[in-house]
C-alpha cells in the first residue's frame, strides 16, 4: 500500500445513477433516483471481463414488468413516467456523473496522487446475491504539508526555540524591506527635486528670455508667462492705448486698426510694458512711459510682459450657449447685504470668472446700480458720485460677457454682477474661449437670488459687501424632511415654544396721499407644522395660490413660484396633498391662511408627505405694522 493518505465519500440518498441499454450508446442513457433503486433492491453482476456492471434482477415485487426484447416500457394513456422501469438487462454506468469503477479497494488505493474512483457497494447477507447498497468515492490525495506536534517537554523547548528564531528572523527581514523601501523612496524624492529644480530654471529661462514673435500665440495658448519686444523704427502714431485706471504700471488697454502696433500682430490687450529701450517701464504708469517714449529718439524698442493665466483660446465669449467644458476654474465668494435693513445679512452666492480679476475691494461696503438697459450691452452712463464703491447689476444675455464688462467698465464702476437667465447656480460656463483678460471683477448670480435683488433695487437702494465663501456655509440642496421625534412633536404643538416671527415687507407701499413712496412691514407669528423641513430664515416672495386658492392640485395654481412662500387657503383637501402642490410648482414653503381662530399645528398623514422637501406653517396672530425707516 502507498504512504499517500485517502478519503471516502458515501453517496447520499440524493444521487441519481445513469443506467444504460446493452446497445452501448450514450445517447439511450437515463437517469434514475437513486432512493428509486435502493426501494426496488438491485442485484448487480460484473459482465466482460469484470469490467461492466449490469443489472442482474430487480428484487421488489412492486416492479412494472416489460416483455424481454419489446424495446422497453411505453407511455400509458395516463401520461408518461417520471422516469423509465429498470430492466435486467440494463448497465449501470455512473452516479452522479461519474463513471462507475470495478477496481479492488486495493487497486484503488494503489492508484497515483490526484486519481479518483468512485466503487459500488453491497450487502453480504447472501453470498449469491450482490444487492445494492452504495457508492465509495476514493480520492487519492496531493500531499502538500504535515502538522506535526511535540510530545516531550524537551521537544516542546526546542520548538519554542526554534519559533522564536524564525519570528526574530522574520522581524529582521521585514526590517530591511523597511529599510530598503525608506532608501529608495528618499532616493526617488531626491530624483524628483532635481527634475523639478531642472524644470523650474528651464521654466526662469523660458520666462526671462525674450520670446520670438512666431511663438506667442503657442504661449498664449499655454497660459505661461513670457517676454517678447516689438520694434518701432519710425516715429508718428503706432496706435497702442493704455490703461488710465491701473495704477503703477502701464497696461495695454486696445489697440487702433491697421496701426503698427496692430499690424505687428502680437501686442494684446492685458499685456504689461517693462522696458523701453534701455529704460525698466516696470512701476511707470502711462503718462511716464509716454513721455520716455516720446524722449526716446528711433528705433524705439518695446519689451512686453505676459502674465501666467489660465488656457485661452481666440474667440469672443458668448453667454448665449453656455456650452461647458473642463479648462476653466470658477472662484466661489458670498454676497452679503447691508441695506436695506430689513434684508441686513442675507447672502448670496457669487461666482467669478476665472478671465476676469480679483476683487479688491473685499469687506468693503459697495452701492449696486442696475444697469440701463438691464443687458448692458451699450455704453452705461458715467458712475455718479464715488466710482471705486458702485458695481452694476445686469442680466444675462443679449451680447458677450466681454462686451457687458467693457460698457461697465468704461462708466467707472469697480465690478459687475450678472444675473443668470436660466434657472440652477449662478455659474459662468466653464472654458469659455477669451480674447482678453478682463481688468474688472465680473461675477455671477443665482437667477433666483438676481430676480429678487433686482424686485428690491427697483423701490430701494443696496448695499453690499463681499467675501470669500466659507466651505462650511456652502448651501446644500433640499433633502426630505426627517421625521420629528415625540419630543419635537410636543414641542411643535406649543404655539408659545414653537412658533416663529415672518416679517411682510411690501417694497412698493403708497402713502395715503399717493403722492410717495414708502416700505411697509408687517409682523406676523406663523406655526410650523408637524410636517415638512424646518423653516429657513431668508428672503422670500410671496405669492398667493390662484386661480384655485386652495391649492389642490399644483396644475391650478397657474403662478410663478420659484423659492416663494404660497399663500393657500383651507379647504379642498389636505393639507399635505396643498404642501406637495405647491413643492411641484417650485415653492419653497407653504402658508395656510386661517379661517378660525385656531392655533392647532397642520398635520397630515405620512403618506402624503413622503419626500417634502418644502416647509409648512399656519398664520397664526398679527402684531403689528412698521412705516418706513
Same mark, same amino acid.
Given at each position: ?7 471516502l ?55 412494472r ?41 486495493q ?42 506536534e ?5 521537544r ?9 528564531? $524564525? ?56 497660459g ?28 495695454v ?44 529718439s ?28 473642463s ?16 434684508l441686513?445679512?442675507?447672502q ?18 459697495t ?15 458715467? $458712475? ?18 466681454i ?9 467707472g464702476?469697480?465690478?459687475?454682477? $450678472? ?23 465680473v ?7 438676481g ?14 459687501h ?33 412658533a ?8 412698493n ?6 403722492t410717495e ?25 410671496? $405669492?398667493?395660490?390662484?386661480p ?11 403662478i ?36 378660525d ?24 396672530i ?8
Amino acid at each position: 500500500m502507498r504512504s499517500s493518505r485517502f478519503r471516502l465519500v458515501l453517496v447520499g440518498l440524493a444521487a441519481s445513477i445513469v443506467v444504460a441499454s446493452s446497445t452501448e450508446s450514450q445517447g439511450l442513457r437515463f437517469h434514475v433516483p437513486y432512493a428509486f433503486a435502493q426501494t426496488q433492491g438491485l442485484d448487480l453482476e460484473s459482465v466482460g471481463d469484470d469490467t461492466t456492471l449490469r443489472i442482474k434482477r430487480v428484487l421488489a415485487d412492486t416492479q412494472r414488468t416489460c416483455q424481454a426484447g419489446a424495446g422497453g416500457c411505453h407511455a400509458t394513456d395516463q401520461g408518461v413516467s417520471l422516469h423509465p422501469s429498470v430492466h435486467s438487462t440494463d448497465r449501470l454506468v455512473a452516479v452522479d456523473g461519474e463513471s462507475i469503477s470495478l477496481k479492488s479497494f486495493q487497486d484503488a488505493i494503489d492508484m497515483p496522487p490526484g486519481s479518483v474512483v468512485v466503487l459500488p457497494l453491497f450487502q453480504s447477507s447472501d453470498p449469491e446475491t450482490n444487492l445494492l447498497s452504495g457508492f465509495a468515492r476514493i480520492e487519492i490525495l496531493r500531499p502538500k504539508t504535515l502538522t506535526l506536534e511535540p510530545t516531550s517537554p524537551e521537544r516542546e523547548a526546542a520548538v519554542q526555540t526554534w519559533q522564536a528564531a $524564525v519570528a526574530e528572523q522574520q522581524q529582521a527581514a521585514l526590517a530591511r524591506e523597511q529599510e530598503e523601501r525608506e532608501r529608495n523612496a528618499a532616493l526617488e524624492n531626491e530624483r524628483l527635486e532635481a527634475k523639478a529644480c531642472q524644470e523650474r530654471e528651464k521654466e526662469e529661462q523660458s520666462r526671462l528670455e525674450i520670446t520670438t514673435h512666431d511663438r506667442v500665440g503657442e504661449k498664449r495658448a499655454k497660459g505661461v508667462e513670457f517676454r517678447y519686444e516689438a520694434l518701432f523704427p519710425l516715429n508718428g502714431p503706432i496706435g497702442l492705448n493704455w490703461d488710465l485706471h491701473t495704477k503703477h504700471k502701464t497696461i495695454v488697454s486696445s489697440l487702433e486698426f491697421k496701426l503698427p502696433a496692430h499690424n505687428l500682430n502680437v501686442i494684446a490687450p492685458s499685456d504689461q510694458l517693462i522696458q523701453l529701450n534701455d529704460i525698466n517701464t516696470t512701476n511707470m504708469e502711462p503718462h511716464n512711459v509716454v513721455q520716455a517714449y516720446l524722449s526716446e529718439s528711433p528705433p524705439r524698442r518695446l519689451v512686453f510682459l505676459v502674465q501666467a493665466k489660465a488656457k485661452s483660446t481666440t474667440g469672443v465669449i458668448s453667454d448665449a450657449t453656455g456650452a461647458p467644458s473642463s479648462e476653466s476654474q470658477v472662484q466661489n465668494w458670498t454676497m452679503m447685504l447691508e441695506e436695506p435693513a430689513i434684508l441686513r445679512g442675507w447672502q448670496a452666492r457669487v461666482h467669478l470668472a476665472n478671465w476676469s480679476v480679483l476683487p479688491t475691494f473685499v469687506n468693503q461696503s459697495t452701492r449696486l446700480l442696475m444697469a440701463s438697459p438691464i443687458t448692458a450691452c451699450q455704453p452705461q452712463a458715467q $458712475v455718479p458720485g464715488e466710482p471705486a464703491n458702485v458695481a452694476y447689476l445686469t442680466y444675462r444675455g443679449g451680447c458677450s460677457f466681454i462686451e457687458k464688462a467693457q460698457n461697465v467698465r468704461a462708466s467707472g464702476a469697480k465690478t459687475l454682477v $450678472v444675473v443668470n437667465n436660466v434657472k440652477g447656480e449662478g455659474r459662468f460656463p466653464s472654458g469659455m474661449p477669451a480674447l482678453e483678460r478682463v481688468m474688472l471683477p465680473v461675477n455671477m448670480i443665482a437667477k433666483v437670488d438676481g430676480e429678487l435683488i433686482m424686485a428690491v433695487l427697483e423701490h430701494e437702494p443696496i448695499r453690499f459687501h463681499v467675501h470669500e465663501e466659507d466651505p462650511e456655509n456652502v448651501p446644500k440642496p433640499p433633502t426630505p424632511a426627517r421625521k420629528l421625534t415625540n419630543e419635537e412633536m410636543v414641542l411643535r404643538r406649543n404655539p408659545a415654544k414653537a412658533a416663529r416671527s415672518l416679517t411682510f415687507w411690501y417694497i412698493n407701499a403708497t402713502s395715503p396721499s399717493a403722492t410717495e413712496k414708502k416700505s411697509l412691514s408687517t409682523e406676523f407669528r406663523i406655526l410650523p407644522a408637524l410636517f415638512g423641513n424646518d423653516v429657513v430664515t431668508m428672503p422670500y416672495r410671496i $405669492v398667493m395660490a390662484y386661480p384655485q386658492d386652495t391649492a389642490c392640485h399644483p396644475k391650478g395654481l397657474g403662478i410663478l413660484a420659484t423659492r416663494a412662500v404660497v399663500l393657500v387657503k383651507r379647504g379642498g383637501c389636505s393639507f399635505g396633498v396643498k404642501a406637495k402642490s405647491v413643492e411641484e410648482v417650485g415653492g419653497a414653503g407653504m402658508l395656510m391662511i386661517n379661517s378660525d381662530d385656531s392655533l392647532l399645528p397642520l398635520m397630515s398623514d405620512p403618506k402624503e408627505t413622503q419626500d417634502l422637501t418644502i416647509w409648512a406653517a399656519r398664520y397664526v396672530i398679527r402684531e403689528r405694522t412698521h412705516g418706513p425707516d
